[in-house]
C-alpha cells in the first residue's frame, strides 16, 4: 500500500539478479572479475532505468537464471533435463511481464544450436528444444489457468497479446530507426554500453577458437 513496497520488490529483483550474475560470471572468470562486471551492471541501471520501477527490471532475475542454468547443462553428474525445463520456466516468466523480451531466449537458442551441432549431437539438441518448449509451455498454462478461473481472460489477452500484436505492425523501416535511435541514447546516457560492446567484439575470436 505504499511506494517503499515497490522499492522493497525492487530491491528483492535486483539483489537475485546480482547473486545470479556474480555466480555466473565466478565459474568463468573468477570472483574479482565476477564482482566487477556485475557491480559495473548495477551501477549501470542507475543511468538507464533512471528512478525505476520498470517492466523489464522486474525479468532481469528470470533472465540472469536461464543464463545461470545454461552454464550448468555440462556440470558433471546428474541429467541436464531439468535444466532445459528450468530455462524454458524462466524465460516464459520474463516473457510474461513482456511478452517481446526474446533476446535471452534468442541467445540461448543460437549457442544451443551451435554447441550440439558442432559436436553433432542432434538428438540431444532437439531433445532439449523440446525440454525448453515444455517448460515455457508450463509456465504459461498455468497463467492462462489463473486468467481464466480469475474471469479476466480477455482482458489479459488483450493487455498481453493483442496490444503486442498491433506494435508488430510496425513498418521495417521504423523499426531500423528506432533501432538506431535507442543505441544512441544508450550509449548517451551511459558508457557502460559502448565498453560492452568492445568487450563482446574482443571476445568473439576467443569464442570461436576455444575447444571447450
Known amino acids: 500500500g505504499s511506494r517503499w513496497g515497490v522499492w522493497a520488490v525492487e530491491l528483492v529483483s535486483l539483489s537475485a539478479a546480482s547473486l545470479l550474475?556474480?555466480?555466473?560470471?565466478?565459474?568463468?572468470?573468477?570472483?574479482?572479475?565476477?564482482?566487477?562486471?556485475?557491480g559495473a551492471f548495477?551501477?549501470?541501471?542507475?543511468?538507464?532505468?533512471?528512478?525505476?520501477n520498470v517492466t523489464e527490471e522486474y525479468a532481469l532475475p528470470f533472465q540472469f537464471a536461464a543464463?545461470?542454468?545454461?552454464?550448468?547443462?555440462?556440470?558433471?553428474?546428474?541429467?541436464?533435463?531439468?535444466?532445459f525445463l528450468g530455462i524454458g520456466a524462466m524465460l516464459a516468466a520474463a516473457?510474461?511481464?513482456?511478452?517481446?523480451?526474446?533476446?535471452?531466449?534468442?541467445?540461448?537458442?543460437?549457442?544451443?544450436?551451435?554447441?550440439?551441432?558442432s559436436h553433432n549431437r542432434l538428438l540431444a539438441l532437439a531433445r532439449g528444444f523440446g525440454q525448453i518448449a515444455l517448460g515455457f509451455a508450463?509456465?504459461?498454462?498455468?497463467w492462462f489457468a489463473y486468467f481464466a478461473?480469475?474471469?479476466?481472460?480477455?482482458?489479459?489477452w488483450e493487455a498481453a497479446f493483442a496490444y503486442n500484436v498491433a506494435l508488430s505492425g510496425i513498418p521495417l523501416e521504423k523499426r531500423i530507426r528506432a533501432l538506431f535511435s535507442g543505441m544512441d541514447?544508450?550509449?548517451?546516457?551511459?558508457?557502460?554500453?559502448?565498453?560492452?560492446?568492445?568487450?563482446?567484439?574482443?571476445?568473439?575470436?576467443?569464442?570461436?577458437?576455444?575447444?571447450d
Open 21 to 38: 550474475s556474480f555466480s555466473f560470471l565466478r565459474r568463468f572468470y573468477g570472483a574479482l572479475t565476477a564482482f566487477l562486471a556485475t
Open 42 to 52: 548495477l551501477l549501470n541501471l542507475a543511468f538507464v532505468h533512471q528512478r525505476g
Open 67 to 83: 543464463i545461470y542454468l545454461l552454464s550448468e547443462l555440462d556440470r558433471p553428474g546428474g541429467k541436464p533435463g531439468w535444466r
Open 95 to 117: 516473457s510474461s511481464l513482456k511478452q517481446p523480451m526474446a533476446g535471452t531466449g534468442v541467445a540461448i537458442a543460437a549457442y544451443l544450436l551451435v554447441q550440439y551441432a
Open 138 to 142: 508450463a509456465v504459461w498454462a498455468a
Open 149 to 156: 478461473l480469475a474471469g479476466i481472460f480477455s482482458e489479459f
Open 185 to 211: 541514447l544508450l550509449y548517451r546516457f551511459s558508457g557502460f554500453f559502448l565498453a560492452g560492446m568492445l568487450a563482446w567484439l574482443a571476445s568473439i575470436p576467443d569464442v570461436f577458437t576455444r575447444d
